[in-house]
């Protein structure tokens, strides 16, 4: 986690089509940038204003990477983060007179991440997207019937509004759904957010 790791060989390039990109690094204690969600975020330190203001003026993308349980005690320094995070992109943002900054991060994507040299005051990761391997179709009826009734059961105010829930959400979507709704500890959650398969995530 100190900045100089080598990028594995094997890798994707970082041009063309599905190729790994070099992003910013917000490390963050118990958080998953999951797709399709929305994160707000109060940013307050000086490298990550640095990174705001950076991202701002280029593609406007950052990666949310969750600080190793073990490290939670160095998460002013430079803790090492879980190797599959969530690439995000900047939505809506807020200059406060001070230069603080309040944003709306909209996740994009799971991305498995390695760190990089960085000449900024934050860290910069690799991120190379990552494939979900899709449920069979024997299955896809009875866990998208689970997964609604779990979602339903932990979330109130969609009880009577089930058609709130689009008919066509993907299956992953509606998994990740329910693990936002189970507010699991973060030894729980981090393998079921690791998990590329979506029937797994879902079971």
Not at 5 to 19: C, I, K, M, Q, R
Not at 47 to 64: A, F, K, T
Not at 94 to 117: C, K, Q
Not at 128 to 156: G, H, K, M, N, W
């Amino acid at each position: 986690g100190n900045g100089n790791s080598p990028v594995p060989t094997g890798w994707p390039p970082v041009e063309g089509p599905g190729a790994s990109k070099v992003v910013p690094l917000f490390p963050l204690p118990n958080l998953f940038l999951f797709p399709g969600t929305v994160m707000p975020l109060h940013v307050f330190e000086r490298r990550y204003r640095q990174m705001i203001e950076d991202s701002l003026d280029g593609p406007g993308r950052l990666v949310i990477g969750t600080v190793l349980e073990k490290h939670l005690s160095d998460i002013a320094g430079a803790p090492p983060v879980h190797e599959i995070a969530g690439l995000g992109e900047i939505a809506r943002h807020e200059r406060l007179p001070d230069g603080r900054f309040v944003i709306m991060l909209v996740g994009l994507a799971r991305v498995r991440i390695r760190e990089v040299p960085s000449e900024r005051l934050y860290r910069r990761v690799e991120a190379a997207p990552l494939t979900e391997v899709q449920v069979c179709e024997d299955e896809e009826q009875r866990l998208r019937r689970e997964l609604i009734e779990a979602v339903l059961a932990r979330t109130p105010d969609l009880r009577d509004n089930a058609d709130k829930l689009p008919a066509d959400m993907p299956i992953s979507h509606l998994a990740d759904l329910l693990l936002l709704r189970m507010q699991l500890p973060q030894s729980a959650m981090q393998p079921l957010y690791s998990e590329l398969v979506v029937a797994d995530r879902a079971r």
